[in-house]
């Protein structure tokens, strides 16, 4: 279509050159003269073709909006272009007048122009899309037998195995089975740093392979994979329609209608003050033209394709655009805690001497529980190899379900104890001490270390919190957005989050059907935006006014969830608010440049200053509403949160 647009520009604009020379009006500006027998039918026969190529795909874009009953911005040029051209002719076949042939070749060759230029816009707003597309390798190596061969990307099918070697692109979704890297994931999820991939890691097609070779087993092909629902997703939300969209449409078709009446008000009121009809003839065509509703047509359209295009290259997925638009308003934001606020797994806080100092503390119970897989055993054994702590052997190794572990370390008889088990062996009065107490009043998770029988020391261990969430929390605030959350913890771990991160409120031993309740609660303070992972906190999410999901990684179906953040990162959130409010700030100026140049530019061309002197021709017309298109087409490019 944009190539169509070039084409009929280019052999229309040819064709006007001797029209331009053949017409009277020219050739007196120039003070030539060029005439001959046969001249003015041939000035009829170039125009009759612009007219008619040129002219093809606005006269047909009239006969589509008259059959929808809807006239827009091709009617007007439709019939700006045929007034003009049937006139004329009129007057080449002896009706008294003037010609407009050459206001008529010149008038279709800006529009061709303008209307190239508009889809150049629109193909670069989208061409984000176009790049994601071009990630994906088009060969992989697939291992069969212990032997590589190379297959198009097309071939491979779940299960396959290939190679990928350093610099190369990842052909599919899938995990590592072989090998170490690092990845580069930053065009797909927005993550800038490399992310190191081992053994078990998940991998997504189209990111590249940094330094080591690696075997992936493919799991996601074609349209399953983590790329073409992200295109899936951006193409959804760049065509869906919203709020701000329609009132611009309505917008438009009054603006039709308007510009209709106005140009033939204009052509009986000048008819009436005695003007002749060629004069009141271009006042009404100039007034159809420079009133097209272009860039009121487009002041939504592109500020949406670039936006969405920019969120996804941020790892921001929108699947609906009214909720995206409702994030700029947000009052509240409500996170979930697990998964979200922080980490989802255990970390040690504090380590508590009892008769041994901190490091053996640690040490000890980290070389005993180095043997366990208890997501508590793992948090202390992390916290001992962060410390640079050498671990022991252990030896006769036992699990005691939901209280603890006990065995051998060095000769030594170690158990780790939780508060239970402690007062079972006689020692509960280490509970009472007040390093102890404090913790526990925190709602930390506490473990007792026992060396030989006697107590040697507590360590405490919490839900780490990301170090992202204070950041997160702290612009939010800055932005006068309160921030809530909620958890199905006990109060004292719900607390003890609260008030390291500041937050203005939260709600404890919260189950997920509650969890929309508590959404419901709070939408009668202001517009609420629910933030969780999209599973239990399904409810919560569709209760919201704007559903986040985050950290969905590869996932991005999630069905609950407005907007999909890719990385679990809870500073994607204010982003998402920044960008939904500069989009919107860019829609806004958008439509008050485009009605604000209407509002100036159809008393212009009807010709109110025409007494001092000021008058446009319909070419001129013609190149002020182009450039009223382009400067709202360069305005939606500059789009920034």
């Known amino acids: 279509m944009m190539e169509d647009f070039k084409r009929r520009f280019v052999i229309s604009t040819l064709i006007t050159v001797p029209i331009l ?54 009617t007007l040029i439709a019939l700006a272009i045929s007034v003009a051209f049937f006139y004329s002719s009129a007057v080449s076949f002896d009706l008294q007048g003037r010609t407009f042939y050459w206001e008529l070749a010149t ?3 800006i529009m061709l122009l303008g209307h190239y230029i508009e889809m150049r816009s629109v193909l670069g707003a989208s ?53 170490e890297t690092s990845v580069d994931e930053s065009m797909l999820t927005g993550e800038s740093n490399p992310i190191y991939k081992g053994p078990g890691d998940e991998v ?23 790329l073409m629902q992200v295109l899936e997703l951006v193409r959804r939300a760049q065509e869906s329609r919203s709020r701000t969209q329609d009132l611009a449409n309505r917008a438009s078709r009054w603006l039709t209608i308007i510009s209709i009446s ?3 008000v204009t052509f009986l009121a000048w008819l009436w003050a005695g003007m002749p009809p060629v004069f009141s003839l271009e006042r009404s065509v100039t007034v159809m033209v420079i009133t097209c509703p272009h860039a009121l047509g487009l002041a939504i359209p592109l500020v949406v394709a670039v936006s969405t295009s920019l969120s996804a290259k941020k790892g921001i997925l929108i699947r609906d655009r009214e909720a ?3 994030a700029k308003d947000v009052d509240i934001v409500v996170f979930d805690k697990t998964g979200t606020l922080t980490e989802g797994r255990f970390e040690v806080t504090d380590v508590i001497p009892l008769g041994l100092e901190c490091d053996d503390t640690l040490r000890l119970a980290a070389s005993l529980e180095s043997r366990s897989e208890h997501p508590i055993a793992r948090g ?35 158990v780790v104890a939780s508060p239970k088990l402690l007062e079972e062996l006689g020692l509960g009065d280490g509970i009472e001490v007040e390093d102890v107490k404090k913790v526990m009043g925190q709602g930390k998770t506490v473990i007792f270390l026992v060396v030989d029988g006697e107590l040697a020391g507590a360590i405490a261990l919490a839900d780490r919190i990301r170090d992202e969430s ?37 709600f404890a031993k919260v189950l997920p059907h509650e969890k929309a309740e508590k959404v419901e609660e709070l939408k009668s303070l202001g517009v609420v935006a629910m933030v969780g992972d999209g599973i239990n906190d399904a409810p919560a999410l569709v209760q919201s006014d704007v559903g986040i999901a985050i950290g969905a990684g590869t996932d991005v179906a999630i069905e609950s969830a407005d907007i999909v953040l890719v990385r679990n990162d809870p500073r994607d959130v204010v982003q998402v608010m920044d960008l939904a409010r500069a989009t919107y700030r860019k829609m806004y100026q958008n439509l008050l440049w485009a009605t604000g140049y209407n509002a100036l530019a159809i008393p212009l061309a009807a010709g109110v200053l025409y007494p001092m002197g000021i008058l446009l021709s319909p070419a001129v017309g013609a190149v002020l509403m182009s450039l009223s298109t382009v400067i709202v087409a360069v305005n939606a490019k500059l789009l920034a949160p």
Do not use: C
Not at 204 to 226: A, F, I, P
Not at 391 to 413: M, Q
Not at 485 to 498: E, I, P
């Open 204 to 226: 997504v097609g189209g990111s590249v392979n940094l330094e080591g070779s690696v075997k992936v087993e493919v799991r996601r092909t074609g349209k399953e994979s983590y």
């Open 470 to 506: 204070k950041e997160a929390v702290s612009k939010l605030k800055e932005r006068g957005v309160k921030v809530y959350m909620l958890t199905g913890d006990n109060q004292k771990v719900a607390k003890w989050v609260a008030d390291e991160l500041g937050l203005d409120g939260y």
């Open 21 to 74: 020379i053949l017409s009277p009006l020219v050739q007196n500006f120039l003070g030539i003269k060029v005439e001959f027998p046969g001249s003015n039918i041939l000035l009829f026969a170039l125009s009759l073709f612009v007219y008619l190529y040129g002219g093809k795909p606005f006269l047909a874009g009239m006969r589509d909006e008259m059959m929808k009953r809807s006239p827009g911005m091709m």
């Open 107 to 109: 008038l279709i060759d």
């Open 262 to 264: 106005v140009g033939t």
């Open 324 to 326: 995206f638009e409702r």
């Open 380 to 414: 202390i054994v992390e916290r001992a190899e962060e410390e640079g702590l050498e671990l022991e052997e252990a030896s006769e190794f036992r699990a005691i379900p939901g209280k603890g572990a006990e065995g051998f370390v060095n000769g030594r008889r170690i």
């Open 127 to 179: 061409r984000a899309l176009e790049e994601l597309v071009k990630l994906m390798p088009t060969e992989a190596h697939l291992i069969t037998n212990g032997e590589v061969r190379d297959v198009p990307v097309s071939h491979l099918k779940p299960g396959n195995v290939v190679l990928v070697k350093p610099g190369e692109k990842i052909p599919a979704d899938g995990i590592v089975v072989e090998g």
